[in-house]
T-cell receptor, first 116, second 110 residues
């Protein structure tokens, strides 16, 4: 099993350009997440999905859109990139079991995005 | 507001024991998780506490006190490969979203 994969691994954009980050998981997980991580900071949730065809906003959703057309894929779009979106983007997936069970999240290797 | 506090950096000697503390203030609480992240890598899950007490997994242990909104990660017999950043994260609601601390960079000296 590949686990969680992300493409691309690196990308440089100019301000105003658009791009899509792809996340794929082969663990049949219901939940998927997109985070960004800035230097010296923890992860901040951008958007998440609790199942195929559903998406919801996280802590920092502005400037991003997402889609979950297939259970195994979660796409993150930047419509008009800004320098403030320079960051490392991580995708994660999980399969929570019950109301008081742990939610171990499995992460992809990350995409390092620079916006000039 | 929501906040998780953990030290930004901790230094320890190879073979020693180190404790990384985490205090939290969140609107809801289901459990406290710990993740490890090596430089340039992705976070990986270490442990989870939903109830008060100590959970042990090999050289790593994690403790939770819900009444004190406090937990810690204990690493024993430190090895150089344990040099990494460690994040505490709270599961706040039934959507299983995680609220993350800023991370503690563990530096291990020989």
């Amino acid at each position: 099993n590949a686990g969680v994969t992300q493409t691309p691994k690196f990308r440089v954009l100019k301000t105003g350009q658009s791009m899509t980050l792809l996340c794929a998981q082969d663990m049949n997980h219901e939940y998927m997440y997109w985070y960004r991580q800035d230097p010296g900071m923890g992860l901040r949730l951008i958007h998440y999905s609790v199942g195929e065809g559903t998406t919801a906003k996280g802590e920092v959703p502005d400037g991003y859109n997402v889609s979950r057309l297939k259970k195994q894929n979660f796409l993150l779009g930047l419509e008009s990139a800004a320098p403030s979106q320079t960051s490392v983007y991580f995708c994660a997936s999980s399969s929570p079991e019950g109301p008081v069970s742990y939610n171990e999240q499995f992460f992809g290797p990350g995409t390092r995005l620079t916006v000039l | 507001g929501q906040s998780l506090e953990q030290p930004s950096e901790v230094t320890a000697v190879e073979g020693a024991i180190v404790q990384i503390n985490c205090t939290y203030q969140t609107s809801g609480f289901y459990g406290l998780s710990w993740y490890q992240q090596h430089d340039g890598g992705a976070p990986t899950f270490l442990s989870y506490n939903a109830l008060d007490g100590l959970e042990e997994t090999g050289r790593f242990s994690s403790f939770l006190s819900r009444s004190d909104s406090y937990g810690y990660l204990l690493l024993q017999e430190l090895q150089m490969k344990d040099s990494a950043s460690y994040f505490c994260a709270v599961t706040e609601d039934s959507n299983y979203q995680l609220i993350w601390g800023a991370g503690t960079k563990l530096i291990i000296k020989p």
